[in-house]
Each structure stands twice: as C-alpha cells, then as structure tokens.
C-alpha cells in the first residue's frame, strides 16, 4: 500500500547518487526514504513536494528554510546534514536533503513499549535534548516541535544518543510571527503563547519541561481526551488551557527539585521560565535550586471547588465527622443562623494524631463535602533560603486565598512550619514565619478562608497558633476503632478481584487493634502480592499471616502518649499516674 502512495519506488537513483531503497513515511508536503549513497552507506532522505509547502517554509531567497536552516546545524544531539538538492518527476519539480541514517527508534516508540522512564534516564534524555536546543538558540533557530516523536535515539553505538529530528517548524528567532504555524503541532508541548502565535526561546522551554512530564508519567501534561474536539480546533485549544489552571500531578517517586524545574519550565508565563536551555541545564545538574515562590507555585497546588465522594469515601469515624459537620462545615455554611447564636466563624482546625490514620485523606474529604477551593500546601512549598522569603510566601498564600473565598488553606506537616519559638533549635527565619502565620490567621475565617494544618507532633507547634481565634478546632484522629477497621478491610479487599468469598471482616479486625489505616492497606497490599505469588485466591489464611508478620506503625507506648496529649488539648488534668514524658522520638 506505501509503494502505491509514494512518489518514489525502490531502485529509483536520485540525481546519480542515492538509491532508494525503501519508502518510510508520508507527511503533508514530504516524504521520507531510506537512501543508500554510491558508498553503499545508508542514508535518510527527505523529499519536498514544492506545490504543497507554506510560503512561510521558504527564505526571502525562495530557498526551503528546513534545508537552509539543516545546512547551518552541527551538533551531536542534532540531527546530521550530508546533502541537498532538486529533482523532476514527471514534469513535477521536488527538493530533498540527505541527513545521517539515525539507526535506533523515537522516543515516541520506546515509551509505548515502557510507558514511564526512571528519573536517571528521563534526565539524560532532557539534558541531551537541551545541549542540542542550546546549540539551536545560540544559532538563533527555534525547532518549536519538541516532542517524543522528534526525538531519536542514535542506538548505534555502546551508549543511546537522543537526537532533535524534523526542523519543519523551525524558524529563525527574527522571523515575524505570521512566519511561524501551529496547525499541526502536537498542543499538549506547545506553550500558551504559541496558541496565539508568539514563539520565542520560551516555548522550547515549556516543550522540554513537557517533555520531561511525559517521560516520568507516561502522559503529557494536562492531557486531556481529543477526540470529541476534533472538529472544532479553538473549543480545543480553550480546553487544554482550561485544564491548565488546574494542579499538575506528579507521583511521590518523583522528587521535590525535579517536580520544581518542570513546572518552572510548564509556567504559563514565559518571562517565569528558565531564560534559556542552558539556566535549565544548570537546574539539572544541581547548579541552580529552583524555588517556585507562592502564589506562582500555587498553580499547581490549588484545586478550585473539589469535587468528589466526600465523607461518604471515608470507612468509618461517624462520630467525628458529625462533630466537624456541626462545629465547622454548617457553621461555615449557614453563619447568619451560627451568628444568631452567638457561635463564631471558625478560623481553623488542627488535624493530629498518630502516622498513617489517614490525616490528610480526611482533609482532601472534607474540602469535597465542603465545596470550597483548596490549597494543599507542604512546608517545602514555603520555606526558603533566602530571608523574608518565606514570611513573603505565607502572605502571598493568604492573599491568593483571600481573592479566590471562600477556599480552605490545608498544610500537611504544620510543626514543620509554625515550631514553637520558645524551642532554642528555632532560629529567627522560623520566628518570622510563625509571627507571620498568625498575622495572616487573625479572623482569616469571617475573610472566607478556613486553615486546616495536619501534624504527628502536636506538642512541637507553637502554642500561640492553637488558641482561640486561630486553630479553634483540634480534632484527633486516632487508629480505627472496631467499626472502622471493619470497615476498612471491606473497602480495600473489595477491590482485589482474585479474593475468596467469604472473607470474615471481623475477624480481621478484631486481630488488628491499635492498627493504622495506613497498615490495614499495607496488609492488603502484601496479601494480594503472596496470592499474585503463589498464583492463587486472597485468603483469610494469607490476610491472617500477613497481619502476624506486619507490626502496627505506633507502638502501644506512642499511642498512650497522643492519649495525654489528647487530654491536655481538651483542657484536661492527668493525674500523676496518667502522666507520662510528653513528646515523640
């Protein structure tokens, strides 16, 4: 069926030189060959069809900009020139070009053959990518189509070689922007800018930082289904930047700095990019941090109204969650009938509790059952280097909050960020934030913003954050009880498909108290695996096992003393015996 479409056959002699001798692919003004030259080495040969080439393809010199620009280009993780020319077929006039035959295969095929790549590999693939970028930009030349399926990877030799293929869009950095297309571009690589026709070194940048996304999660990012788009190009695009405001996931293999250099490269302002291929490379090796600033960073952090199963996808705990559904959720629904009460707004409310119970699970939960935008925040997201940088950071987070009301600030790890300042280990940046904390917290709730922060060490957060008018709420959350665990057990086992029927849920259960919730799906998890193993059924007998050999996440020591600490928050005296030493290994 290719030799039928194709405009040359195999045998055919270009121009005395090159044999084809077999047809590759058909694009929409060129065809590509494997070539073999008089010296029998093989080539690869791009033929131009010069009735259906873009005025913009051509130099003022009615040159093809693609062979002029491939001409000027030497570079190892470029693609390689050798020779250009003209030819007639049928009374029909076609250029080609000969460049280096790229034995190996795209990156397009490699990752549908491994979906996602290792953080060492990707790296190297984008590093290579940039030495060639910053080769292109040096010589003024935006290549405009990165992507997967631009890039080879030179298998020839002992080490893979990525290679920049296809310059068809390619153009010089002074050329006009009515030179530039994008009909055709793959849009999940192109930067939004590029959507209205503006190219700059930018956009190259946003591709790769793509790029880099799609190797370590095996999509692009903000991938979004096209099908029902396809015949409406501007409700697409409108789409994709729509699906853009939304926060960009990464898995937790992926580090912090990584994850902070793509959505540096992924920002939908170019000036907020890296300046160029090489600041990026810098990134990548260590030689610059990467600190994305609050609200910038926030982009990627705040979900607007989530949407989702609320408390219903939480097994268990009914009485805490009709005592947040009275003390918080109504009252921040209904404050005029609170108000009438004499009850206030709450301002916050502190999630604590031992590891793994599942503290930040239930605040992703309750911002659903609560409609409210959210803004998942880590220490890390916050904390910086630099002084007043952090303080900076905490205002720019409630002021961001305060624009988008009514939305629930949630901060995972609060010790980490408010430590108590009486602490000698506290140094003054940490001093400033905390104060700064509570400045922004001050009747934060009648402005529309609610704070929920999660901590494991509620004995290490500063004292002034947890009084009335700021965390008005502490709420613990202990292991599951009986009732939870159960339910737990139902929840997780329910999505195993190769399972005996019949397994007693209680039973479960009843030999797992002073479990987490995170150790109930870890035995679940590591049941599944023994059957998958031994190539049978999850069994009562294998779950039973398996919870034999799994030690709970807290000690039976380390649970007594959230007790205290539990004690102590509801406004409680222990007495001598209760009394234990107060604080955590």
Request: proline share 3%; aromatic share 10%.
């Amino acid at each position: 069926m290719n030799k039928k479409k194709s405009i040359l056959v195999k045998g055919h002699v270009i121009n005395e030189k090159y044999s084809v001798n077999f047809f590759l692919k058909k694009g929409g003004y060129a065809e590509t060959y494997r070539v073999q030259n008089e010296a029998k080495e093989t080539k690869f040969l791009k033929l131009f069809d010069y009735s259906k080439l873009h005025r913009t393809q051509f130099t003022s010199n009615d040159d093809i900009l693609e062979i002029e620009m491939l001409k000027q280009i030497k570079h190892p993780n470029l693609v390689k020139y050798n020779d250009h020319g003209n030819i007639i077929i049928s009374g029909q006039k076609f250029a080609y070009v000969v460049l280096d035959f790229v034995s190996g295969e795209t990156l397009a095929d490699k990752m549908k053959r491994e979906n996602v790549l290792n953080l060492y590999e990707a790296k190297d693939i984008i590093l290579s990518t940039l030495n060639g970028l910053n080769y292109l930009h040096n010589k003024q030349i935006i290549h405009n189509d990165i992507t997967t399926q631009n890039i080879m990877l030179d298998l020839s030799g002992k080490v893979s070689i990525p290679r920049i293929i296809d310059f068809g869009y390619a153009r010089f950095i002074e050329q006009s922007n009515k030179d530039f297309l994008k009909d055709g571009l793959n849009l999940f690589y192109t930067a939004n800018e590029t959507f209205n026709k503006v190219f700059s070194f930018q956009s190259d940048i946003y591709s790769v930082g793509a790029l880099y996304y799609h190797l370590l999660t095996g999509l692009p990012p903000y991938f979004i289904e096209t099908s029902k788009y396809k015949s409406n190009q501007i409700v697409l695009e409108d789409a994709i930047l729509e699906e853009r405001k939304k926060p960009l996931k990464f898995s937790d293999k992926i580090n912090e700095q990584t994850q902070n250099i793509i959505r540096k490269a992924l920002h939908s302002k170019a000036e907020q990019r890296f300046k160029s291929a090489k600041e990026f490379i810098q990134a990548l090796n260590g030689e610059l941090e990467i600190e994305l600033s609050i609200p910038e960073g926030n982009t990627n952090k705040v979900q607007e109204k989530k949407r989702g199963k609320g408390f219903s996808a939480i097994a268990g705990m009914q009485e805490l969650k009709d005592t947040i559904q009275l003390d918080v959720i109504d009252a921040l629904h209904d404050q005029v009938r609170y108000a009438e009460y004499g009850l206030t707004i709450p301002n916050g409310m502190l999630l604590y509790g031992p590891p793994g119970c599942g503290k930040t699970f239930f605040a992703e939960r309750m911002a659903e059952e609560i409609g409210f935008n959210f803004y998942q925040i880590k220490p890390s997201d916050i904390q910086s280097k630099w002084v007043n940088a952090s303080q900076e950071n905490v205002k720019n987070l409630f002021d961001e909050a305060r624009k988008n009301t009514p939305s629930i600030i949630f901060i995972d790890e609060l010790d980490a960020l408010v430590p108590n300042r009486e602490n000698t280990s506290v140094n003054h940046m940490n001093t400033s934030v905390v104060n700064e904390f509570l400045a922004q917290m001050n009747n934060s709730g009648e402005e529309g913003v609610f704070v929920i922060g999660a901590t494991n060490k509620p004995n290490s957060i500063d004292p002034a954050i947890l009084r009335a008018g700021r965390m008005d709420k502490k709420i613990y959350l202990p292991v599951p009880d009986f009732e939870a665990r159960i339910a737990l057990f139902k929840l997780y086992l329910s999505k195993i498909k190769q399972i005996e029927i019949g397994i007693n849920n209680e039973a479960l259960a009843l030999k797992t108290e002073n479990y987490a919730s995170v150790d109930i799906k870890n035995i679940c998890d590591e049941a599944a695996r023994k059957a998958l193993k031994r190539n049978t059924r999850v069994s009562f007998v294998i779950l039973e096992d398996t919870i034999n050999k799994t030690r709970p996440s807290s000690t039976l020591e380390e649970l007594n003393r959230y007790m205290e600490i539990k004690k102590i928050m509801e406004g409680q005296v222990l007495s001598k015996n209760d009394r234990s030493r107060i604080g955590f290994k």
